[in-house]
């Protein structure tokens, strides 16, 4: 789109409907199942953080926020991205009726996962028990960690797998809707009850107990939607061939990881402080509310995207990845505006002291407006069709140049200047997507590999 069709798009609701009308009807519902489950849990989540920000304090907050900031890269770094890698196989093996690799894929994803997650849980464990120098509170939330993540990934990766067989509201309502319920309902009665006692220790935990009961639903949904057919054909397994790609993945979430808010909260935290990454979790909570519709079409948008490219419909893929466009702008770009006229009030709900940090919101509502009508779409047309390796360079060259930003901005500006390297570094790697793609995608064919070859 120019930027001319851009703001015309925007500003007129005749051409907001003639965008839904033409929009691919397998798109649009998925899109809309996957933005009412995920709104539903991100009201709920905002409703818990306010309360656990007013509840434990500046530090007691920060603390938490630390804490899970650490327990996502520990699944990221331990679930290899099977999660993500999930879509892409299953959508494919699903596509092709490749029933045996699809069976032999769900058996072994889980055997890597739950191996490699628990062995680090335990070392991790063992290392604050008998070699970490830690006070009790910080501790027990650390031990607390060490047994969250594991389920985490475990319940990511059989949401990935259901996402795969394109079952939106089966892979999305177990995380994204019952877990961060459960967890609300749990903090606001357990801070009732113990008042003052009541620290980040005990709210790990009660995530812990949240993500659990997830598991057990999207372990339950998992067994009811599998094709019967793949229960038929005995496993086969390409277990190099996966591990190869998820490699792939794995570099591209750790790079997305540093270009994150999530980084950027434990970076604050080190650099600054607990209590400044209280204040930067927070404006980055409200900043992701720029990114929420975008991530919801996604949702259904890659499996889309994995599916024609293994069918080898190009034309389709092209015409899906426009109209993926258009929606991401229209969902992205009015909530950008409500958030920077709304966000001190929004701040304010945390507590009177995160109002100081609007300038921030408002750099980091920017950051995900850029990704959300680009950069989002862009990554997931190269790790769905087997150009990762364009993806893993540009993202991780883009990841380094934060890093660099971020260590030289944060010191001298504080969360200004981390939020900034973050904006920077989002726009670079955005724009860089975006030529790769026009040379790519829009002047070449897309080579598809044929059918009988298992997709990499």
């Known amino acids: 789109m120019t930027a001319l069709s ?3 798009l925007l500003l007129q609701p005749g051409q907001w409907r003639a965008q839904l009308r033409r929009a691919d ?21 905002l409703v818990t953080q306010t309360v656990l920000a007013r509840t434990l304090g500046t530090r007691g907050y920060g603390l938490y926020v630390y804490v899970l900031g650490w327990s996502n890269v520990a699944g990221l770094l331990c679930a290899l991205e099977f999660a993500n890698a ?6 494919a093996y699903a596509a092709t009726e490749d029933w045996g690799s699809l069976r032999g894929f769900i058996r072994r994803s889980h055997q890597i996962v739950v191996a490699t997650t628990l062995t680090v849980a335990a070392i991790g464990a063992g290392l604050l028990l008998f070699a970490l120098d830690y006070d009790q509170l910080i501790e027990f939330a650390f031990l607390a960690v060490c047994a969250l993540f594991p389920l985490t990934s475990v319940v990511q990766l059989q949401g990935g797998i259901l996402l795969g067989l394109k079952r ?26 113990l008042g003052s006692n009541f620290n980040a220790w005990h709210a790990v935990t009660l995530q812990f107990v949240a993500t659990g ?3 057990s639903a999207t372990a339950w949904f998992l067994r009811r939607e599998v094709p019967a057919q793949a229960y038929q054909h005995a496993p086969s397994y390409h277990t190099m061939e996966w591990v190869q790609a998820s490699g792939h993945f794995v570099a591209i979430s750790i790079a997305q990881l540093v270009l994150s808010t999530q980084a950027d909260v434990l970076i604050v935290g080190a650099l600054l402080g607990t209590s400044q990454a209280g204040f930067y979790g927070a404006a980055s909570q409200l900043a992701s509310l720029v990114g929420f519709g975008a991530t919801a079409i996604m949702v259904i948008a890659q499996p889309m995207i994995a599916d024609l490219f293994a069918r080898g419909e190009l034309a389709d893929l092209r015409r899906i990845s426009t109209q993926i466009l258009k929606l991401t702008f229209l969902l992205s770009t009015p909530v950008f505006f409500l958030v920077v006229a709304l966000g001190k009030s ?7 002291q995160f109002v100081p940090t609007y300038p921030v919101l408002v750099v980091l509502a920017t950051s995900q407006l850029i990704a959300a009508v680009l950069g989002m779409l862009l990554g997931y047309l190269f790790t769905m069709t087997a150009h990762q390796h364009i993806a893993t360079r540009i993202i991780g060259i883009s990841a380094a140049l934060n890093i660099v930003l971020t260590l030289f901005l944060t010191p001298r500006y504080g969360m200004i200047g981390t939020a900034t390297a973050t904006a920077i570094s989002t726009l670079v790697r955005s724009v860089t997507l975006a030529l790769a793609a026009r040379r790519i995608f829009a002047r070449q064919p897309v080579r598809t590999p044929p059918p009988t070859e298992t997709i990499v």
């Open 25 to 45: 009807p397998t798109l649009l519902k998925g899109s809309i199942r996957a933005f009412s489950l995920n709104a539903g849990g991100l009201l709920l989540g």
């Open 168 to 193: 939106v509201t089966q892979s999305q309502a177990p995380y994204q809707v019952l877990r961060p319920a459960l967890f609300a309902v749990t903090v606001i009665a357990t801070a009732r009850l």
């Open 213 to 215: 009961v997830a598991l």
């Open 86 to 91: 999930a879509v892409r196989f299953v959508s």
């Open 6 to 8: 851009s703001v015309n």
């Open 346 to 352: 929004l701040l304010h709900l945390y507590g009177l």
